[in-house]
Structure formats: C-alpha cells, structure tokens
C-alpha cells in the first residue's frame, strides 16, 4: 500500500508539473506553483525531484520514449514480408491513427514539450534527433520494400520518408494538439488521400 501512494504522489506531482508548465512555461513555473496545483508539499515535492529541471526532464522523456515504443510496433507491423500494396497502405493509416492518437492522449504533455523544445533544449537534442534518424531511417527502408508491391516507384524513400514524417508532425501538432481535433479517424482517411495519390501515381 506505501508503495502505491508513493507512486501515485509521484504521479499527481508529474501531472500538476504538466498543467503548471502548460500554463506558464517552463521558465516562469515555480516548485511552489507545481505543489500548489497537486495539492501538496514542498517537502513532498523534494522527496522525489530535486528541481523542477528533473520533473521537466521527466515529463520530456516520457513522452519520447512513449513515441519510440509506438514507433517500435508500428515499424515491426510494416516490416512483415511480402505485404501487398493494400496492406501496406492499411499498415500506414494505422499507423498514422497510432501517432495521432498518441498525440491525443498526450495532448497536455505534447504542449509542454514542444513549448520548449522548438527551438530544442540541448539537453535532449541528441535523444530527440537519435529518435528522428531511427524513424527517417526505418521509413526509409519500408519505401524501399513497398517498391516490390508496386507502389512508391518514383519517389526517393529518404525524401519521401522525410515529407511524410514532417505531415503527420504538423497534422498532430496543428490539429490535434492546438486544435484539440478528436475526428483522428477523419484526419487519418484525408492523410490517406494524399498519401495514397502520392504513392501511388506511376510515371
């Protein structure tokens, strides 16, 4: 029982941290202002942070990890051999649905992240570009075998791979994240349009 009130102390601080950093900014928000919006004290909030850098890096890092891991099932689904070309485009929408939705859950955190990290804290730079280079370069690769189901022939993959990834990024950012857009499915079948007219045009 101790142990489950720790971790949900911990919690309730991360997602007050959250709310506080949304509201103010990183640079403006306070240790008082973030035991203030959990509800608790000083001490408690020391107990687990020892500034509000380390919840801040928290919060930042989770919700990278958070994206790789879903990046990690969406890219094992579209590396399974032999797909057809509609399989592959059916693997793409889910994972477009998958971000999207990823986003949506995230959508508090999203607007704290991005507040600070565009233009990039240094701190993350590395993790957040490693993370970017994995996705461009796995995407890359899925382009590339896509080419044997008879689509995306006359694209370069590395190019196409970096317009797609930029396309979701500003879709779950402009509408979902700032436009608080919950029609992900909607989102995803307009997505889909362009990608489908994209991929699939033959020269």
């Known amino acids: 029982m101790a142990r489950k009130l720790t971790s949900q102390k911990r919690a309730d ?17 306070s240790v008082k202002d973030i035991v203030a919006e959990a509800g608790a004290s ?10 509000k850098d380390d919840i801040y890096e928290e919060i930042v890092t989770g919700f ?39 986003y949506r859950y ?5 607007k704290v992240v991005f507040r600070r990290l565009v233009p990039v804290d240094e701190k993350f730079a590395e993790q ?6 994995a996705v461009v370069a796995q995407l890359s690769e899925i ?8 689509i995306a022939r006359n694209v370069e993959p590395e190019v196409a791979a970096s317009i797609t990834i930029g396309g979701v990024f500003g879709a779950a950012m402009e509408c979902v994240v700032e436009g608080e857009r919950d029609d992900v499915d909607t989102l995803v079948g307009e ?13």
Do not use: C
Request: proline letters at 1%; aromatic letters at 14%; charged letters at 25%.
């Open 128 to 133: 957040g570009e490693m993370i970017v280079d």
């Open 143 to 150: 382009l590339v075998k896509a080419r044997q189901a008879g």
């Open 106 to 110: 995230n959508r508090d955190v999203a």
């Open 191 to 203: 997505f889909m349009e362009i990608v489908r007219h994209g991929l699939s045009r033959q020269a």
């Open 13 to 29: 601080l991360i997602a007050a941290a959250t709310e506080v950093f949304k509201k103010k900014g990183f640079r403006d928000a």
């Open 64 to 102: 990278l990890m958070g994206f790789a891991a879903i990046w990690r099932q969406i890219y094992e689904g579209l590396s399974e051999p032999d797909l057809t070309s509609e399989q592959i485009f059916d693997g793409m929408a889910e994972a477009f649905r998958t971000i999207l939705g990823f």
């Open 42 to 51: 000083t001490a408690t909030f020391y107990r687990y942070f020892h500034t």
